[in-house]
């Protein structure tokens, strides 16, 4: 234990005789920077803004809302101890200049790669350079197959007609109250585990208890998320190290996760699925690459964290803004009872013009992931003149993006629909018009846009109007108001308890 204390001492005193220099450095690359003014939270002397930063992590989104609110350029600086300059931008034209114009300038870096390596690996989401490109081209032409997108839809109406539709339909009998944010992430596993590697977890039967992999694979984000929100790095790489507090939980959570993954390789290995039409993610990637396991769990767990977190994520807010917004539910149900199918597939989702500006005005205010860290590979200047020393995080921000006045209009605010709908023709008909990608980057946009969107969308709008077709949903808890909880994903902190009420045929 002695020993362990000395090590500690001795790596706490090289990181602060670093950033005493890089301090420096910084202060001086300050005031000489062309930018004639600077935005931020407030520094104060060796520690920048480490303590307001400190005290703020529990809300990151919403404070770099309110810092931004002040910037005429909606961009921001942020110092903090042991760490390079970070720049938060909510500018539509910085946001462009990122993740197109300069796309090669801005990759993930080594920040982001630390922190989530231990979780993601060299998966496609925290991969960069020939990684990347390598996992990049092999999901772009399978998401682009016409089998695939049967298959995804076959796995989707069979989760839902199934297993969704009668446990609401028995909570609505027994008036019991379901979390419905856990149940929409137990059928986003399920739907995710069938569609990418075959195979049938059963989460979604309340009767079970949650899985263990479920538990750690929520803790593992969780835990891996708040290594973002630390004061320094050096906090969460020093306990990593000793194996202390929650790096151990995670560590622990980490084995159970790969494990699972390990399993699903093995299992897929012993029993190859040959048929196109049956075939899921994981035996196209098998069958397009010669990856070896660990290649392969990588790309398991990525995608877990796509399919599991964020369909369910905008769907939980989406039900609860719906509740409180009877109009908006209203103009969904008079839409989908146009449509004569009982069960929706891509085709009737497709005509689901309102429900699909619903869900994107949804994910305007709750953004599934609220915040996306990029890397300056080398000095730059933003288009609102906001210069980039090489090293730097440079972090846009797509929930602070969706409240801004500028962008969106002194209704901001208001959950509106119809802010993405224009008329078509004389008969009153209103089509969806998709929004700039830099000003709404959700789905992000350039190079990296999110090869999954049209697939999330299907998912979302099938399950949207099948349970409001059928149900009301009605929060448990009277005027109930979700607290924001920003780990990788958007999530309401405590869940969603929510009744169940069957519509009169």
């Known amino acids: 234990m002695e020993e362990a204390s000395v090590l500690f001492l001795l790596i706490a005193s090289t990181f602060l005789l670093v950033h005493i220099v890089r301090l420096l450095m910084n202060s001086f690359a300050a005031k000489t ?11 104060l002397p060796m520690v920048g803004s480490g303590i307001s930063f400190l005290a703020n992590a529990h809300r990151l989104p919403q404070y770099f809302t309110d810092l931004i609110r002040e910037s005429p350029t909606h961009t921001i600086q942020i110092r903090r101890l042991f760490v390079p300059i970070s720049i938060v931008t909510a500018n539509p034209a910085n946001v462009e200049h990122m993740l197109k114009t300069k796309f090669h300038n801005y990759p ?16 496609i989401f925290n991969a960069d350079g020939k990684t990347w490109k390598v996992q990049r081209k092999l999901a772009s032409h399978e998401f682009n197959t016409r089998s695939l997108r049967k298959f995804v839809e076959t796995a989707v109406k069979s989760e839902i007609s199934g297993r969704l539709i009668p446990l609401f339909t028995s909570a609505a009998a027994g008036k019991t109250v379901l979390d419905l944010q856990d149940v929409l992430q137990r059928f986003a596993f399920d739907n995710i585990c069938k569609v990418a590697f075959g195979s049938d977890p059963s989460c979604l039967d309340l009767n079970l208890p949650p899985s263990e992999f479920t538990s750690a694979f929520n803790l593992a984000v969780r835990i891996s998320s708040e290594r973002f929100r630390v004061s320094s790095p050096m906090v969460w790489k020093i306990k990593a190290a000793l194996g202390l507090g929650m790096e151990r939980q995670l560590r622990d959570a980490i084995r159970v996760v790969d494990d699972y993954a390990r399993n699903l390789i093995c299992d897929r290995r012993q029993n190859p699925i040959t048929s196109p039409e049956d075939s899921d993610l994981l035996s196209r990637f098998m069958s397009s690459s010669a990856g070896d396991e660990e290649f392969l769990k990588d790309i398991i767990i990525s995608f877990l964290l796509a399919g599991m977190d964020t369909t369910s994520a905008a769907l939980t807010w989406f039900f609860w803004l719906v509740s409180y917004h009877k109009r908006v539910e209203e103009e969904v149900l008079k839409e989908i009872s146009s449509i004569k199918e009982e069960a ?9 013009h309102y429900l699909h500006a619903a869900i994107c005005e949804t994910m305007r205010l709750y953004p599934p992931v609220p915040t996306d860290g990029k890397f300056a590979a080398e000095d730059d200047v933003l288009p609102d003149g906001t210069v980039v020393p090489k090293g730097a995080e440079v972090i846009y921000a797509p929930y602070a993006m969706g409240r801004l006045e500028s962008l969106w209009g002194k209704d901001w605010e208001e959950f509106r629909p119809e802010r993405w709908l224009q008329e078509e023709g004389e008969g009153g008909n209103r089509r969806f018009v998709n929004e700039d990608p830099y000003k709404y980057p959700v789905f992000q946009a350039g190079p990296r846009v999110c090869l999954g969107k049209e697939m999330a969308f299907i ?38 308890p929510v009744t169940i009420v069957q519509r009169k045929p």
């Open 33 to 43: 920077s062309s930018s004639s003014s600077i935005y931020g939270s407030k520094c």
């Open 108 to 123: 993930k870096g080594p920040n982001t790669y630390s922190v989530l390596y231990d979780l993601l690996g060299n998966g």
């Open 344 to 352: 929706f597939g891509f085709d009737e989702a497709k005509e689901m």
């Open 459 to 496: 998912q979302m709008k099938c399950i949207a109007a099948t349970v409001l077709r059928d149900f009301r949903v009605v929060p448990a808890v009277p005027d109930f108001q979700p607290v924001f909880a920003s780990t990788l994903t958007s999530k309401m902190k405590g869940g969603f």
